[in-house]
């Protein structure tokens, strides 16, 4: 066997070994959903009671998740005196057959930042979703801006 043969199987060997990915993968499939703001109870959402124009407020959320779910970001925007702040948690949505998810209840901390530019009345919106109800809810809270 001529020297070029015996590397050029050597790289076959290689690329069989460790560059093809298995036919059936063994992670879980995680989708990013907004998080779940109720189990049945009232949503834990912090808004201070009051702002100042051109300062940032910082707004708490409390998501909840199981196991398999982790705490993912949270997206927030401004629009005059309306701010909407969404907490996105990352959820298993399928599981390798040999995986199975703990039966425990987690729960999430998200925070965002946000900057109304103008003083009077203003709202928090804060989307989510509603277990065991399984919709989408919007929860919404007021803040006084000087």
């Keep these: ?24 993968d063994s992670r879980p499939v995680l989708e990013q959903r907004p998080g779940v703001l109720t189990l049945s109870g009232e949503p834990s959402i912090t808004v201070p009671a009051e702002g100042t124009a051109g ?56 925070t965002a930042t946000i900057l109304f530019s103008a003083a009077g009345p203003a709202v928090v919106r804060v989307h989510g979703w509603s277990e065991p109800a399984k919709a989408a809810i919007t929860v919404e809270r007021a803040i006084q801006i000087r």
């Design 1 to 24: 066997m001529k020297p070029t043969h015996g590397i050029a199987a050597l790289a076959v060997l290689a690329l069989v070994a460790f560059g093809c990915q298995p036919i059936t």
């Design 55 to 110: 300062a940032p407020v910082i707004v708490t959320v409390i998501t909840w998740g199981g196991g398999c779910a982790r705490q993912g970001p949270t997206a927030a925007s401004v629009s005059g005196l309306i701010a909407d702040v969404t907490p996105f948690d990352s959820v298993v949505v399928s599981l390798p057959s040999n995986m199975a998810c703990p039966a425990d209840i987690r729960s999430y901390t998200h």
